[in-house]
């Protein structure tokens, strides 16, 4: 099965840098890969996806990049603010199958 | 976007009683719904892929007897948690895919459910 592997566990920048969040998948057949951002004992919500056909995606201050032939996937959050500090979690998945979630990275943004 | 529904929210619960959880799609219609389970400070990891009119399909590792799903119609999935312990307790989180949304990829969360089994 798919296996998400997220890098790093925790990141800790000042109000205004960027950050990135890093992560790899297994299974080259997974074609769909969404960002999602988690407060404490909230649901997860979607904040930024890209399918395979495409190598980057922005949507203001957050942007995705996809390397298929590495099975890498990258979040790129600029100017971060405090409300930003949660959990974000990558995952992967293939069409209608099953999406593999990473570990998490818990981001605190320093004001 | 489309609306997940959990029921409830938190629910307490003594060792050895059973716990149901509902899942509901309120604006579309879903063929499939998937359940998760979160322990503190981990990933969501999931339990199952509920289908509607047939039987669940479970990850390994995870008792089909002891975590009962149901879902008798296109937007209605129910998770029973039977005999529930201590270890239970977690955080369980639905989610559905609309297919005449996105493509279908998109999975929209419910709000999840807290189990506390004491």
């Known amino acids: 099965g798919e296996n998400v592997e997220q890098h790093p566990s925790t990141l800790s920048v000042q109000e205004g840098d960027s950050a990135v969040i890093k992560c790899t998948y297994s299974?080259?057949?997974?074609?769909?890969f969404p960002w999602y951002k988690q407060e404490l004992g909230k649901r997860p919500q979607l904040i930024i996806d890209?399918?395979?056909?495409?190598g980057e995606k922005k949507d203001q201050r957050i942007a995705v990049t996809l390397n298929k032939t590495a099975k890498h996937f990258s979040l790129h959050i600029t100017e971060t603010q405090p409300e930003d500090s949660a959990v974000y979690f990558c995952a992967a998945s293939g069409g209608y199958q099953k999406v593999t979630f990473g570990t998490g990275t818990k981001l605190q943004v320093i004001p | 976007g489309a609306v997940v529904s959990q029921h409830p929210s938190w629910v307490i619960c003594k060792s050895g009683t059973s716990v149901k959880i509902e899942c509901r799609s309120l604006d579309f219609q879903a063929t499939t719904m998937f359940w998760y389970r979160q322990f503190p400070k981990q990933s969501l990891m999931l339990m199952a892929t509920s289908n509607e009119g047939s039987k669940a399909t479970y990850e390994q590792g995870v008792e089909k007897d002891k975590f009962l799903i149901n879902h008798a119609s296109l937007t209605l999935s129910t998770l029973t948690v039977t005999s529930a312990h201590p270890e239970d307790s977690s955080f369980y989180i639905c989610?559905?895919?609309?297919?005449?949304?996105?493509?279908?990829?998109?999975?929209?969360f419910g709000p999840g459910t807290r189990l506390t089994v004491l």
């Open positions: 890209i399918r395979s056909n495409v």
């Open positions: 989610s559905a895919r609309d297919p005449e949304r996105t493509k279908g990829n998109e999975q929209f």
């Open positions: 299974d080259s057949a997974s074609n769909y």
